[in-house]
């Protein structure tokens, strides 16, 4: 047993593999980081928001914006990034202008009267608050003052809803004057406005769906936006009225989108009249049913406010100097007309509406219209014209084809 136990206790140096040494004291465990100590560590690797030479930063450079410098999207002094809103940082900030956007009359909504917006969550205050303590983690919470409008509506987004002609419900908005975004239910809605944790890219990963007719029309190869007339269509049993939302592309129409109710679904029919005063106490005056003729004229609403603002930014381009060309659309002029088009309109506002009648005043953004069918006919022309239509339109004078060069090539029936 001596012997034995001289044998264990004997120095380490006649214990070449290390079998009778002492065991190693357990060392401590590494606790996981949590995402936020992993977010954290990941913006100082990245110098996040830090511009200084030698640093690379991964907000984005405003000099390499593409497209057209018009006017601000929200027409609310608030900050953005890649043309999305993202809201304000100061509540104190946005009661003040929710004010101030509640008694100017400079902006007059056609639609005031249809979709109302949602009820204010009574935990927004405490939302905004913890938004505000997070710094520049998460991504600002959404200004519920932008929401001017909202619904519900049966859409067929996806490919592959459009390809099965699958509808689904989906809850939109109209968030600004020009920007429409879709989500596949109101509680993704309500995560999306009110939860202050979220991540831009968790944000915005509850849009199922964003339109937005000004910012749209910088992306390559866009031409711009058209809406159908709603029309009746058998689907299985049910016969829905439904409209399309076609994108327009270099290489022809595409359909972003699809939207459709039932009949008795509509803001005019007997049964939303009936039960109109029922569902407003329930729902705070939002419509919980699927009306797509309401979505429709939101659309349109929101196709007029990109024109307006295109026929400010043309008037603003036209007054100022000359600068170096940028891509303006599909339907930019060269240069030489363009620069004739500003000696011909000295500054006064009735030569400009004159000239934004005509097709060479320099109107790069009217790409968008009511009825896809006529942009078809005045784009392809009439393929089922026979020899004795053609015969009967080349023997027109030259007056009549002068009149008709004078028109726009671009449909505008928006009103």
């Not at 601000?72 to 101030?100: C, P, Q």
């Not at 990963?205 to 866009?222: E, G, M």
């Not at 270099?250 to 007997?270: C, H, K, L, N, V």
Request: hydrophobic residues 30%; glycine residues 6%; charged residues 25%.
């Amino acid at each position: 047993m001596q012997s034995s136990q001289q044998r264990v206790t004997s120095p380490a140096s006649n214990d070449p593999f290390g079998i009778f040494e002492a065991p190693a004291p357990p060392q401590p465990v590494s606790v996981p980081a949590t995402p936020q100590q992993h977010l954290e560590n990941q913006m100082q690797t990245l110098h996040f928001n830090d511009n200084t030479p030698g640093k690379h930063s991964i907000m984005p450079n405003e000099d390499e914006e593409e497209g057209l410098a018009l006017i601000d999207v929200e027409l609310y002094e608030e900050e953005t990034t890649n043309n999305k809103f993202e809201g304000a940082k100061e509540v104190e900030s946005d009661r003040e202008s929710d004010k101030k956007e509640a008694m100017s009359p400079r902006r007059k909504d056609k639609n005031a009267d249809i979709a109302p917006p949602p009820p204010m969550p009574p935990g927004r205050e405490n939302a905004e608050f913890l938004s505000r303590n997070q710094g520049m983690i998460t991504s600002p919470l959404p200004r519920p003052s932008l929401v001017l409008h909202a619904g519900y509506v049966l859409a067929r987004i996806s490919f592959r809803t459009v390809l099965l002609r699958k509808w689904k419900q989906t809850f939109w908005i109209q968030y600004g004057p020009t920007q429409l975004l879709f989500f596949r239910s109101y509680a993704d809605f309500g995560d999306w406005l009110n939860n202050p944790y979220h991540t831009a890219k968790a944000r915005e990963y509850l849009v199922k769906l964003r339109v937005d007719f000004v910012s749209d029309l910088k992306k390559k190869s866009v031409m711009g936006y058209q809406v159908t007339q709603i029309r009746r269509k058998p689907y299985g049993k049910n016969v829905m009225l439904h409209f399309k939302l076609e994108r327009w592309m270099d290489y022809g129409p595409t359909i972003a989108a699809a939207f459709a109710a039932r009949q008795e679904e509509m803001i005019q029919s007997d049964y939303y009249k009936n039960n109109k005063h029922e569902r407003s106490d329930e729902d705070g005056g939002m419509n919980t049913t699927n009306d797509v003729s309401a979505l429709r004229k939101i659309i349109l609403g929101c196709m007029r406010n990109a024109r307006d603002q295109a026929l400010l930014a043309s008037q603003e381009r036209m007054n100022s100097p000359m600068q170096q060309p940028e891509y303006q659309g599909r339907y930019a002029e060269d240069e030489s007309t363009r620069q004739e088009a500003g000696r011909q309109n000295d500054g006064s506002a009735e030569k400009f509406h004159a000239a934004s009648q005509s097709s060479k005043a320099g109107l790069y953004h009217q790409a968008f219209a009511a009825e896809s069918s006529e942009r078809r006919k005045w784009q392809g022309g009439d393929t089922e014209q026979n020899d004795s239509s053609r015969e009967i339109s080349q023997s027109e004078s030259s007056n009549e084809v002068a009149k008709q060069e004078a028109v726009t090539q671009v449909v505008d029936l928006l009103g």
